[in-house]
């Protein structure tokens, strides 16, 4: 159903998902075939997805939370008095500033919102371990009640703790983490098997080189990959394939296998 429902949209924003696990391959191909206007919002930029994206909101890491807030100041309408409470009470100015998101750039979604017919808000399985589910999961439950979005959710898991919502008390957010330093963005797709893809840039603040053979450190773990420059990158947010405790994004050190 969810693919009926993204292939009949004309205006699509997507969170919490850069596409890149394997089990998304099927949506991936579906969004890359899209026509309309399509707002993809993600701290890691696809490079596949370049052709087809009108516009690229790109955030700060762990800032989800943030991001809803501006997603329900943004999209939503006839609120109740507690909501609209809520919303008068936010601090746009600081979330935007500190989850790197524009409120121009919202601005500009909602004109592409409110020139759309059908209207879908995808939410990926970012957010699955984010330390702030909890009020994450109540703010999408509302965003789904008071705008016009159709809501497709790519974890199922996430899926049925929203329809499993019965109240609509959002917790004032918490101060936005900042995630500073060198991070991994942790997937489950082939073809990061053997390696940590990155930016030049991260090349350099890692002290690392292209195809250099490193250890990933990150909390206890320590796993053996090549290290490989990816032009499709930038910033300091690589991409590997791993499983890992809590949020999939982490903070990590590299160091080089034979130094």
Same mark, same amino acid.
Do not use: W
């Given at each position: 159903?969810?693919?009926?429902?993204?292939?009949?949209?004309?205006?699509?924003?997507?969170?919490?998902t850069?596409f890149?696990?394997?089990?998304?391959?099927?949506?991936?191909?579906?969004?890359?075939?899209?026509e309309?206007?399509?707002?993809?919002?993600?701290p890691i930029?696809?490079?596949?997805l370049? *052709?087809? =994206?009108?516009?690229? +909101?790109? @955030?700060?890491?762990?800032?989800? !939370?943030?991001?809803?807030?501006m997603?329900?100041?943004t999209?939503t309408?006839?609120?109740?008095?507690?909501l609209?409470?809520?919303?008068?009470?936010?601090?746009?100015?600081?979330?935007s500033?500190?989850?790197?998101?524009?409120?121009?750039?919202?601005?500009?979604?909602?004109?592409?919102?409110?020139?759309?017919?059908?209207?879908t808000?995808?939410?990926g399985?970012?957010?699955k371990n984010?330390?702030?589910?909890?009020?994450?999961?109540?703010?999408l439950?509302?965003?789904k009640?008071?705008?016009d979005?159709?809501?497709?959710?790519?974890?199922?898991?996430?899926?049925?703790?929203?329809?499993?919502?019965?109240?609509?008390n959002?917790?004032?957010?918490?101060d936005? *983490?900042? =995630?500073?330093?060198? +991070?991994? @963005?942790?997937v489950?797709?082939? !073809?990061?098997?053997?390696?940590?893809n990155?930016?030049q840039?991260?090349?350099?603040?890692?002290?690392?080189?292209?195809?250099d053979?490193v250890?990933?450190?990150?909390?206890?773990k320590?796993?053996?990959?090549?290290?490989?420059?990816?032009?499709?990158l930038?910033?300091?947010?690589?991409?590997?394939?791993?499983?890992?405790?809590g949020y999939?994004?982490?903070?990590v050190?590299?160091?080089?296998?034979?130094a």
């Amino acid at each position: 159903m969810s693919m009926d429902v993204i292939k009949n949209s004309d205006f699509i924003i997507s969170l919490a998902t850069c596409f890149k696990n394997d089990n998304e391959k099927k949506i991936l191909e579906d969004i890359k075939s899209f026509e309309g206007q399509f707002v993809f919002m993600h701290p890691i930029d696809n490079n596949e997805l370049k *052709s087809v =994206y009108s516009q690229f +909101i790109k @955030y700060e890491v762990g800032s989800e !939370e943030g991001i809803c807030t501006m997603l329900l100041d943004t999209f939503t309408q006839n609120i109740d008095s507690n909501l609209n409470d809520f919303i008068e009470d936010l601090d746009i100015g600081y979330i935007s500033a500190e989850s790197s998101a524009g409120e121009e750039e919202f601005e500009e979604a909602l004109q592409k919102y409110q020139e759309a017919s059908s209207r879908t808000l995808i939410v990926g399985s970012d957010i699955k371990n984010h330390p702030r589910i909890e009020n994450i999961l109540k703010l999408l439950f509302v965003i789904k009640k008071y705008s016009d979005f159709n809501l497709v959710v790519l974890d199922k898991e996430i899926e049925n703790s929203i329809n499993e919502i019965n109240d609509e008390n959002v917790e004032e957010i918490d101060d936005l *983490s900042s =995630y500073d330093g060198t +991070i991994s @963005y942790f997937v489950s797709n082939d !073809e990061y098997v053997d390696n940590i893809n990155a930016s030049q840039s991260f090349s350099r603040i890692a002290k690392v080189q292209d195809n250099d053979e490193v250890y990933v450190c990150f909390d206890d773990k320590k796993l053996k990959k090549i290290f490989k420059i990816d032009e499709n990158l930038s910033g300091t947010v690589a991409i590997t394939n791993d499983t890992c405790d809590g949020y999939n994004f982490k903070k990590v050190k590299l160091l080089k296998v034979n130094a």
